[in-house]
């Protein structure tokens, strides 16, 4: 059953940090890129970060280049997302999804079912 | 970055209605366009990509068409277990969503 499972979800401080993980079964991890997206509570869908097959490259999006780090041990079926200088506007529902392609953007044609990350003092 | 707009942002239908929601893209691109399903507290689900290929076990319902700029996701006949918020998506370049449109029971 193929199957992402996110972790590390919880409520931090303006400025503070926190770091995701999202582990993967069911398919060749190795194979794919994979993504982060977000959805802030009663909004639309934000594509977070995007990492390739093999970690070499990495996207984001202006709204947090410089602050988040994607990254991925192939060895342990496992994506990160390192949150750095977290802000109210980065609270959200946090979801990882697989990417059709291992090189490319792509679709998500797996997600997980998300972690809430929440930014309040 | 391309953004994505779509209308309606609700629509209100019965059980068998056709109902069609459109995309529209602030550039023009082929047909690098997937449509998403979403229900409350639930992960959003692929529904369509390349514009109008449906992902594997999909009902055949629902179909997609465009290119260019303009996009329509549409439900021939709609059932139950479709009210829920859709979205497009763009991966032409790095992705971008439309604000999505919720389907609500009239």
């Known amino acids: 059953q193929v199957q992402l499972v996110e972790s590390g979800g919880g409520v931090v401080q303006p400025g503070g940090s926190l770091r995701l993980s999202c582990e993967a079964s069911g398919f060749t991890f190795s194979d794919y890129g994979i993504h982060w997206v977000r959805q802030a509570p009663g909004k639309g869908l934000e594509w977070v970060a995007f990492i390739r097959y093999d970690g070499n490259n990495k996207y984001y999006p202006d709204s947090v280049r410089g602050r988040f780090t994607i990254s991925r041990d192939n060895s342990k079926n496992t994506l990160y997302l390192q949150m750095n200088s977290l802000t109210a506007e980065d609270t959200a529902v946090y979801y990882c999804?697989?990417?059709?392609?291992?090189?490319?953007?792509?679709?998500?044609?797996?997600w997980g079912r998300g972690t809430m990350v929440t930014v309040s003092s | 970055d391309i953004q994505m707009t779509q209308s309606p942002s609700t629509l209100s239908a019965s059980v068998g209605d056709r109902v069609t929601i459109t995309c529209r893209a602030s550039q023009s691109f082929s047909n690098w366009l997937a449509w998403y399903q979403q229900k409350p507290g639930k992960a959003p689900k692929l529904m369509m990509y390349k514009a109008s290929t449906l992902q594997s076990g999909v009902p055949s319902r629902f179909s997609g068409s465009g290119s260019g700029t303009e996009f329509t996701l549409t439900i021939s006949s709609l059932q139950p277990d479709d009210f829920a918020t859709y979205y497009c998506?763009?991966?032409?370049?790095?992705?971008?969503f439309g604000g999505g449109t919720k389907v609500e029971i009239k």
């Open positions: 999804a697989k990417s059709d392609s291992g090189t490319y953007y792509g679709t998500f044609d797996i």
């Open positions: 998506q763009q991966y032409n370049t790095s992705p971008t």
